[in-house]
């Protein structure tokens, strides 16, 4: 399991401490770390708690408190084992301790291989707002390793896949055609995922531009996560999140309505969807899309989609002003969707 990880580690000078969180730590990180102390003895293991409670100051100052006390220098590595949330503490935790010590990152869930460990950008959450403190600040390696999802529960798997149907939405039609005919196997998935998301971050570093696609979906879903105190996860809002954002890229007159047919149809199946909707209104959500990071003067702003496979480019911002009038309706749509699922062109206001 770990062949591919091992000989990157036990050269290397200095110290090794793993980040897990404690399901992690049960399923894979306390054996990984007892074979790894053989070899490297002064390894350490530190568990924080698993679920999105974890993306916060109180546990990056933990971590920060516990590397200290054991004199963690710049010549030690971290290592975030785990899903999305290790991999955002950790990876904020790494471009902040000595302003700056090296990380890797060994995902283990879905929505970890495909989007959280590539492209360097991690976060924690704020009252306020999902990652509103973070930073780009990317890991020496990636060890993707498929046989970890193997124990992922349903759930979870479904979550990261959201994302998966994401990259074909935004960059690949072929991609999400393949999804859709169910003729794309898992690794082919995760290797056309990762090199989706690496070739847009390459041509849009800072997150000025084009990177902006890659949020597609989620200033819904972001909204929903903060104002149900996160107990929706991030890839179930992300489902709702793009079912909504399809809609207004229909009303603005990009996306054909045959398209969000095709795409509400792919949410709708059995394997994929969620379902239920979170008791929020369209207000309450929208007020929460204000604090969103892209938003400009207190107007929150969306990325559309043009067709399957392209977004909207916007004169190179890739994202324009949401009013509350277009949120409504989405909502008001995705609403009905999800009430009386078909048929779907029935409920085109
Ligand atoms: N930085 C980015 O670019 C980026 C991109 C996408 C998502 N994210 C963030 O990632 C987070 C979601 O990530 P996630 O979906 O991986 O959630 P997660 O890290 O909370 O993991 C989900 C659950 O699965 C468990 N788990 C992890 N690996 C497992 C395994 N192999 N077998 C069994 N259980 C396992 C975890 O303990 C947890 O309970 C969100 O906070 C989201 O904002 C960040």
Redesign the pocket.
Known sequence: MYSKIFPHLIYRKGRIVIVT?T??AD?YADAFCKELKELKPDTVLLKIP???GS?SREIKEILEDKLVEMGVSRSDLLIAF?????S?VVGYLAATYLRGISYIVVP??L??MV??AI?G??GINHQKG??LMGSLWSPDDVFIEPK??L??SNT?YR??FI?VIKYGLIFDEELFSGLERRDVSEKEYIEKSIRIKRLVVKRDPTDSSLRRILNYGHLVAHAIEKCTAYSV???RALWLGILIENYISYMKGYLSMESVERISELFLRDEIRFLQIPGLSAEVLYEAMKNDKKAAKNVPRVVLLRRIGKAVSFGGEYCTPLSYADFAAAFSWVNNLIANPLPIRSLTV
Do not use: I, Q, R
């Open positions: 969180d399901n992690v399923l698993p679920g999105e993306k785990g899903g999305g949330v290790v955002d283990t869930t929505m970890g989007d959280a492209g950008k991690n999902k990652n970890f999802l124990t992922l979870v979550e990261g994302e996860s991030h890839g």
